[in-house]
Each structure stands twice: as structure tokens, then as C-alpha cells.
């Protein structure tokens, strides 16, 4: 499953992005998850204007794996999980 997500991120002074939070929707009341750890596994080239970074997002006691595709020139996020996840359901 693929899903818009809202992701609040830091970005170094070189244009690397860092995810930290993550967030599915802006309903009120909707949970944020903490992205306890993240990898960037693949960067903006000429074939791809994306990056993807492969994330450990934390909410409560539940973690969950996800990957998080960053399109640099739309500034917009996007969230893949696996149809099986509890993420996959919100």
C-alpha cells in the first residue's frame, strides 16, 4: 500500500533530508510516530527525482518498519508499508 503522508523532516545546509516524525493523516487525534531510525537507500539521480529512505517509526509501545519515498521538487512524502502492517489499515 501507498499513501500520502505528512513528515516533518530536517534538511542540512548540503540538501540531505533527515525524517523525524511522521504523521498519516491531519485528522485531529490522528497518532504521530517517531522515526526512531532511518536509512536513505536511494538518492535523486537522472532516471529518479525521488529519494527513499527505509524507516523505524515508533508510536507507544508499537514499532513498525516502513519505507518513506521523499519527492524532493513537489516537497511531498509518500508511505509504502506492507498490506499486513496495522499501518496499512489507518
Given at each position: 500500500?501507498?499513501?500520502?503522508?505528512?513528515?516533518?523532516?530536517?534538511?542540512?545546509?548540503?540538501?540531505?533530508?533527515?525524517?523525524?516524525?511522521?504523521?498519516?493523516?491531519?485528522?485531529?487525534?490522528?497518532?504521530?510516530?517517531?522515526?526512531?531510525?532511518?536509512?536513505?537507500?536511494?538518492?535523486?539521480?537522472?532516471?529518479?527525482?525521488?529519494?527513499?529512505?527505509?524507516?523505524?517509526?515508533?508510536?507507544?509501545?508499537h514499532t513498525h518498519e516502513?519505507?518513506?519515498?521523499?519527492?524532493?521538487?513537489?516537497?511531498?512524502?509518500?508511505?509504502?508499508?506492507?498490506?499486513?502492517?496495522?499501518?496499512?489499515?489507518?
Open positions: 500500500m501507498t499513501k500520502r503522508v505528512y513528515v516533518i523532516a530536517s534538511f542540512n545546509p548540503d540538501g540531505k533530508v533527515l525524517p523525524l516524525w511522521l504523521r498519516l493523516s491531519l485528522d485531529k487525534g490522528a497518532p504521530n510516530y517517531k522515526i526512531i531510525d532511518s536509512k536513505c537507500v536511494s538518492t535523486p539521480n537522472r532516471y529518479a527525482n525521488y529519494a527513499d529512505f527505509r524507516c523505524v517509526a515508533a508510536a507507544g509501545q516502513v519505507t518513506l519515498r521523499f519527492y524532493g521538487l513537489e516537497c511531498k512524502w509518500y508511505l509504502t508499508v506492507n498490506n499486513s502492517s496495522p499501518l496499512a489499515a489507518e
